[in-house]
């Protein structure tokens, strides 16, 4: 751009030709040219630089590019360092022993759990029936203990008590039947209608 010089020539964008041509150069004010003359129409009118072609901005941005890629950079290192913690908490524990998860089974703090779904992570807190469990791309909070006694138990032994309760006892309702005791007396005693 300094090699710009009155009478020189350089492309810009011709006001009446609607179009990026060859202008030759009228006046500038220091480094910036300020008029120019379409060598095609032979206009003259005040300098537009050719769309693409702008000499200030590009200078401008690029070195506002540069400092931006250096900081993108920083927050990447940090997105690594996420990834990584995790991978190294989770080498910190009893990988070999990791448990299938279930959620019958009860589950501690550290333990290392294999989810058909979540694949392998870690439990990072319990409260009560349920558990948060850390797998690599998000923590699940799960249920656990549920694999209780009492809850089949009831199932089995009940409904067989019942069965055989009713069935021995067909008697009962047949304590109607005194009724009929006393209707066969009242035969005998009715002479009064023969
Ligand atoms: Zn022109």
Redesign the pocket.
Known sequence: MATHKVGGEVDAQ????K?T?A?TILAMVGTKIARVR??????DHAYRAAPGVTDRPSSSSSSSRASRASSSSAATTKAEKIIISFEEQLAGKDTANALKYSPKDTYQVDQVIQHPTFGTGFVTAVRGDKVDITFRTETKTLVHGRGGAPAEKPAFSPPNARATGPADKPLPPQASEPPADSSAGGEGAAPTEG
Do not use: M, P, S
Request: glycine fraction near 16%.
């Open positions: 011709c006001t009446r030709c179009l041509l202008h379409c060598n095609t129409c032979g206009g």
